[in-house]
């Protein structure tokens, strides 16, 4: 049978879901984790993922060529929350860590950053007002203002002082500023190296830093016409329409993705 020819953006739901059955084989679905999988809580620490997803996930990365969660978590938080899941990768602090055959692999230029980013987290507690929630990522360093929204400049103007005095990278999101190394790794080079041997690839965000990932979707579609993307936003109130804008379709909730996803996999059983 003659594949579908792939349709021109903005595409319909049927119609994406038609040509990724057509290449389920060859097809890669990469997720965000909070805000897509997950819905957004003030303790980051208590987020859970809907309760379908990893059953869904699961299915999914038997019918398809590979699945993958890209998040600023680190992989240790993630297993935490996917343990059961054998043939998911977990890509962790935007890439700088990766699951791999049962251990986590670390970006080697990142490991000399670990103690400082140790300091920043004891300073960031001693010097930011106690409402801002410090999450020490080994890696990395979010201050959190989701439950004092009043504070974000504060949180901010440091952040912006500490990332130039330390020569660290700043990575803004929802009600949250976090602090990197300066190793060159975000979700846009992950899905980039992820893609360069794939026919078609989704990937699902809610926020500022998975507009790179969609941005890497549509570089590989510019240079490899015969190649699909699918940029898929899931909506909130924090990033506006930025998120949505840039990509081929939103979704309303985790809930929703959710949904979308047992249709999808139905259509590509179905195949
Ligand atoms: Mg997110």
């Known amino acids: 049978m003659a594949e579908t ?25 990469f997720f965000d984790f909070d805000g897509v999988l997950s819905p957004v809580t003030d303790d980051p620490e208590a987020s859970q993922p809907v309760a379908a997803v990893p059953g869904v996930l ?64 004891e300073r960031a507690r001693a010097e930011l007002p106690d409402a801002v929630l410090v999450e020490f990522k080994r890696l990395s360093v979010a201050l959190h203002w989701r439950t004092a929204p009043q504070l974000a400049p504060v949180v901010e103007r440091w952040g912006h002082e500490q990332a130039e005095r ?10 949250v ?16 190296e992820g893609v360069r041997d794939a026919g078609c690839a989704w990937y699902f ?13 549509r570089a590989r579609e510019a240079v490899d ?30 809930d929703a993705v959710t949904a979308f996803l047992t249709d999808g996999l139905r259509r590509i059983q179905a195949q």
């Open 5 to 29: 020819p792939r349709p021109t953006h903005p595409l319909s739901v049927a119609e994406a879901w038609s040509v990724t059955a057509d290449r389920a084989a060859d097809t890669t679905f």
């Open 58 to 121: 699961e299915q999914l990365a038997a019918s398809v060529r590979r699945v993958a969660i890209v998040s600023a978590r680190p992989v240790s938080f993630l297993r935490s929350r996917f343990a059961s899941l054998e043939r998911v990768d977990l890509y962790g602090l935007y890439g700088l860590e990766v699951w791999h055959e049962g251990e986590v692999v670390t970006e080697p230029a990142a490991l000399p950053w670990i103690p400082a980013m140790a300091d920043l987290t």
């Open 166 to 175: 330390l020569g660290l990278k700043i990575q803004g999101g929802r009600m």
């Open 177 to 192: 500023v976090e602090l990197k190394p300066p190793v060159d790794q975000d979700k846009g080079m992950v899905i980039t």
């Open 205 to 217: 965000g809610d926020d500022m830093s998975d507009i790179k990932a969609f941005d890497a979707l």
């Open 225 to 254: 016409p015969a190649f699909f993307g699918v940029a898929v936003a899931v909506a909130n109130p924090e990033t506006g329409a930025d998120v949505s804008n840039a990509a081929d379709l939103t979704l309303e909730s985790p």
